[in-house]
């Protein structure tokens, strides 16, 4: 399916952009106005069509996210969910503060996928390798019932 890269503004006439896939972009349209995001603009994705050997290297050696790094995002999610910042902007300011790059990375793809409009679990499961079929399984459940707070504070 193509993606499609869109420019928007939300709710409260902030700009917003982001990636989507879909046939169309009027389907990309139609996605973006159910989430309350007018759109803008709509374009055909430009693909990275080239990495670089450095880039590549870099990615080959880093360090990977591992159950201490979860740990700590577990307890950071527990703080900012109680204390009633919004997702999306919760899990930007834990991207801006990560030191470690595939941690960067993987909270900027499930941060990616939420302004997509998917779940939070469903964006997790896309590293099922880092969080665990149980973690993600309680996440879902949380977001099922409204705990998903208290969820955050049981995987510390």
């Not at 909270?107 to 990616?112: P, V």
């Not at 099922?128 to 707070?149: C, D, H, P, Q, R």
Request: proline share 4%.
């Amino acid at each position: 399916m193509p993606v499609y890269a869109w420019r928007g503004r939300n709710a409260r006439g902030e700009a917003v952009q982001g990636q989507l896939e879909a046939m169309t972009e009027g389907g990309v349209a139609d996605q973006l106005m159910s989430i309350g995001v007018a759109p803008v603009h709509i374009s055909p994705a430009v693909a990275a069509t080239e990495v670089s050997a450095d880039n590549w290297f870099t990615r080959l050696n880093r360090k990977p996210v591992v159950v201490e790094d979860i740990l700590v995002f577990s307890r950071q999610m527990y703080t900012l969910n109680k204390a009633g910042v919004p997702i999306l902007r919760a899990f930007a300011g834990l991207q801006a503060s990560a030191t470690k790059p595939a941690m960067v990375d993987m909270l900027k793809d499930i941060r990616s996928s939420l302004d997509q409009g998917r779940e939070l679990s469903v964006a997790m499961a896309r590293h099922v390798e880092v969080f665990g079929a149980f973690y993600i399984s309680m996440i879902k459940v949380g977001e099922m019932t409204g705990k998903l707070t208290e969820v955050f504070f049981a995987s510390e």
